[in-house]
């Protein structure tokens, strides 16, 4: 892996596959790090060693304030930052480098939640429906869309959504539409 914006987006998916995060922190990290880095358009080949984080994160507020709430801003700011941060700890010492985050007791006591269903900053964590026993929970990302003029729609998606999934959701979104042409 690179030491890029590409690079760091990949690591979170990677240390997923690997074992050595918890997949929704692992996809916090990777999505935010994608969101704020996106507003460049040379993000993906761009040194992240060398960015000037403050400047990135203003310039993301600045751009994205209309598409998200202030708590989601300030969201995607922290994760960003853990995120670069723990990359580049990462790459300055594989060997050596352990994840050093929170555990959920502590997360709990900060926040006053003691649920599973925790929607923080544009991101949710919801439990699927499963036969049988308890659900995994899923790391949804809250997509501002803009549909037509002067409306803009919310649409919340898994943040791995398979291309089979995008499909069927396209399908029916299809059958909503209330202009479908009637054939003769």
Same mark, same amino acid.
């Given at each position: 892996m690179?030491?890029?914006g590409k690079g760091l987006v990949e690591f979170w998916g990677w240390v997923v596959e690997k074992g050595l995060v918890k997949a929704n922190t692992a996809?916090?990290?990777g999505a935010a790090s994608k969101q704020v880095l996106a507003i460049d358009d040379d993000w993906e080949t761009r040194d992240v060693s060398t960015i000037d984080v403050e400047d990135m994160i203003r310039r993301f507020?600045?751009?994205r304030q209309k598409d998200f709430k202030p708590e989601s801003l300030n969201a995607y700011d922290r994760r960003f930052r853990q995120g670069l =941060?723990?990359?580049l700890e990462y790459k300055r010492d594989p060997g050596n480098w352990k994840f050093k985050g929170q555990d959920a007791s502590s997360r709990r006591a900060r =926040?006053?939640?003691n649920n599973a269903h925790t929607e923080e900053e544009g991101v949710t964590e919801a439990t699927g429906s499963m036969a049988g026993g308890v659900a995994p929970?899923? =790391?949804l990302m809250e997509y501002p869309f803009p549909l037509r003029e002067n409306c803009i729609v919310k649409i919340r998606l898994p943040i791995d959504l398979k291309i089979s999934e995008a499909e069927r959701l396209s399908a029916f979104m299809k059958t909503l539409a209330v202009d479908v042409p009637v054939e003769k």
């Open positions: 690179e030491v890029t996809r916090s990290f507020k600045n751009i =941060s723990h990359f =926040s006053g939640k929970l899923i =790391s």
